[in-house]
């Protein structure tokens, strides 16, 4: 399949299958595929591939497209998303013409960012931005680990066979818990099982240091309890 001819200044053109599929009471076409050539200029082009398809009347909608940089899937009734800015993969919405992208330089990846900054950026512009992590096992655990080279050093999460109690631990939330808080507020540290405000426990010396005027100044500061 060719096209001829020859596509000059800020024009286009380009090749399409054309998929029609009678159906009564309907309309024939379903869906294409385009191959498309954008001049910008002399000696200046870029080629994308387009896949469309329809709903209930001849209109194709692009759903997908790739172009020499990356990959745009469109949601029904998003803007247009363009890979050759710069995003290897990108995924457009009709809430949110950002909902995911892939940079393609840096492989970072934004939700709701066009531009993430970090490994992973999350952008939202409601009145809280909220990261979910959800277990439906039965007595399974959500959890967030920090590891280094490949070791997991803290996990921070939900014990849900110790009555869900938020858990700071090593490997997981029941190794080694070092912090507990349970459905009362009452705050462990080397206690899975706080029985008050706060609760310190330890095989050896519980100790509680408290420390003032660490900035060596003339103030009259003094370390202290209140009760």
């Known amino acids: ?6 596509v000059t200044g800020a024009g286009n053109a380009g090749a399409e299958i054309l998929f029609k599929i009678p159906v009564s009471g309907d309309s024939e076409t379903g869906a294409a595929i385009r191959g498309v ?9 870029s080629g994308e591939l387009q896949f469309l398809c329809t709903d209930n009347d001849e209109t194709l909608d692009l759903r997908l497209k790739a172009d020499m940089v990356g990959v745009a899937v469109q ?15 990108i995924v457009s919405t009709s809430g949110n013409a950002t909902t995911f992208v892939v940079n393609n330089s840096s492989g970072k990846v934004g939700i709701g960012s066009r531009g993430p900054e970090e490994l992973l950026t999350v952008e939202d512009s409601e ?3 909220t990261i979910q992590i959800n277990n439906n096992a039965t007595t399974g655990d959500p959890q ?42 009452n705050v462990g540290i080397g206690e899975t099982s706080p029985t008050y405000n706060l609760h310190i426990s330890s095989t050896g010396d519980a100790a509680l240091f408290l420390e003032a005027d660490t900035d060596s100044g003339a103030e009259s500061n003094n370390p202290f309890v209140k009760l």
């Open 1 to 6: 399949l060719a096209v001829s001819g020859s």
């Open 37 to 45: 050539k954008f001049a910008s200029g002399e000696g200046d082009s």
């Open 75 to 89: 949601g029904a009734g998003s803007t247009l998303a363009y890979p050759s800015s710069g995003d290897a993969f």
């Open 127 to 129: 009145s809280a931005t």
């Open 144 to 185: 967030l680990a920090f590891a280094l080279s490949d070791t997991k050093k803290f996990t921070m999460g939900v014990d849900d066979s110790d009555g869900d109690k938020f858990k700071i631990g090593t490997t997981s939330v029941a190794a080694s818990t070092r912090l507990t808080i349970d459905s009362s507020g």
